[in-house]
């Protein structure tokens, strides 16, 4: 039996043995995420936040590994084949991730998730490996009967999560968002097919949800990082605008598809497109944004120099929206220092908000079980801390605009 031990600096020795995983491991699609950051560019505020999604997949899959075997060990029954499926769904829960993660998101391909080109591309494996992933396709789209497994790979406690929260804490060097992972794995169960954690691991949910509340406002949604990821998205925006006006672009033959093309998600059914999906990482986003600082038009240069040299907008955070008054009047400077429009003025000032809730009540619950033996969401059983701060959304607007 052929075994591949990978070393990582989070999760430690993670083993795999499995032919059908490590074939998966090595397809192309999947050794892609190694050229795709997992944080996007928030390397520019915490310069160790150079891990990948490479990394992270692998870690999450070592953690459910773990948590499948503390589970079987607690007499959850799980067979051989629903243990490969899980496992193949976390490992390639992410695959369906573009350039820079979720920065471009919605912009290269409007209103297509990362989750759904994940589907596809577990079809696409599916095909390529005579239909060995029925199961795990099963479970990724939330129609196995036994819900728990859905839940470890999707909810709002999930082994995802798990890893995210401390290797994203661990390469970014911000301590409050490192978590008792070990700890939280172990205090799972299943009840009814469905997820449950054991109520003497409260305060570590607890500490759970507080932490991935503090890496959100203190990494995630960094006022800097955010800055630097709306400059990104704002000169893929002038990019796709001047291919649509018939600007001729550098830009990789993949890139340049997703430029000049407007993509649904119905488009992707067809396998040359998803391929060229698959040919996208942030390699090509960097290699195009280097080439345009020296474009003719001045947006296009000018966000792509700033970009690239670490010429960031000015952002200020408030509790309030900006006023208009606020926003045109650096518009107009911005107008008359660079002899640009004021709709060109928009990509360099504009104002947004941003949210983030700790516990979405409407959300996949985080139940708990009790002493009893009943069962109770965590936000009516929090032992600690006020409950309305667990699921009170917390909203901030911002407003970006040069330096002068």
């Not at 704002?234 to 291919?243: D, K």
Request: negative net charge; glycine residues 4%.
């Amino acid at each position: 039996m052929k075994i591949k031990i990978l070393n990582d600096a989070v999760a430690g020795f993670i083993s795999l043995s499995d032919p059908l995983l490590l074939d998966i491991i090595d397809h192309p699609n999947f050794q892609r995420l190694r050229r795709i950051k997992q944080l996007g560019l928030t390397e520019l505020v915490f310069s160790g936040a150079t891990h990948t999604r490479f990394q992270h997949t692998l870690g999450a899959f070592q953690l459910l590994s773990e948590t499948l075997e503390i589970l079987k060990l607690k007499g959850v029954e799980i067979s051989a084949k629903e243990q490969q499926a899980v496992l193949i769904a976390i490992l390639l829960h992410d695959i369906g991730h573009g350039p820079f993660s979720h920065a471009l998101e919605h912009t290269l391909v409007e209103d297509v998730d990362h989750e759904q080109l994940s589907l596809l591309f577990l079809k696409k494996f599916n095909s390529i490996f005579n239909g060995k992933l029925e199961l795990a396709i099963q479970i990724f789209q939330n129609k196995y009967p036994r819900k728990f497994f859905y839940q470890l790979i999707s909810s709002q406690l999930d082994i995802d999560r798990l890893d995210y929260l401390r290797r994203d804490s661990f390469y970014a060097g911000v301590p409050e968002g490192m978590i008792g992972s070990e700890r939280l794995i172990r205090m799972m169960n299943v009840q009814n097919d469905e997820l449950v954690f054991e109520s003497k691991g409260l305060y570590s949910l607890e500490n759970f949800l507080l932490a991935r509340r503090s890496m959100y406002w203190q990494v995630y949604l960094h006022k800097t990082v955010v800055s630097a990821e709306m400059m990104l998205v704002r000169v893929l925006e002038r990019a796709r605008y001047l291919a649509k006006a018939g600007e001729d672009l550098v830009a990789s033959a993949s890139l340049k598809f997703f430029l000049y093309n407007n993509m649904q998600l119905d488009d992707f059914e067809n396998p040359k497109v998803l391929d060229k999906f698959a040919d996208l990482d942030d390699t090509d986003i960097l290699q195009a944004i280097k080439g345009w600082i020296h474009h003719s038009d001045i947006v296009l240069a000018t966000l792509s120099h700033n970009i690239i040299n670490r010429k960031l907008l000015k952002i200020e955070l408030a509790k309030t929206p900006f006023s208009m008054e606020q926003i045109n009047e650096r518009k107009k400077t911005v107008i008359d220092q660079l002899h640009i429009t004021e709709e060109e003025a928009s990509y360099f000032v504009f104002s947004e908000s941003l949210q983030n809730t700790m516990y979405d009540t409407f959300g996949e619950k985080i139940n708990v079980l009790m002493g009893d033996g009943s069962i109770a969401d965590i936000s009516s059983n929090s032992s600690g801390f006020n409950q309305s701060l667990l699921i009170k959304p917390m909203q901030r607007f911002y407003f970006c605009y040069p330096k002068n």
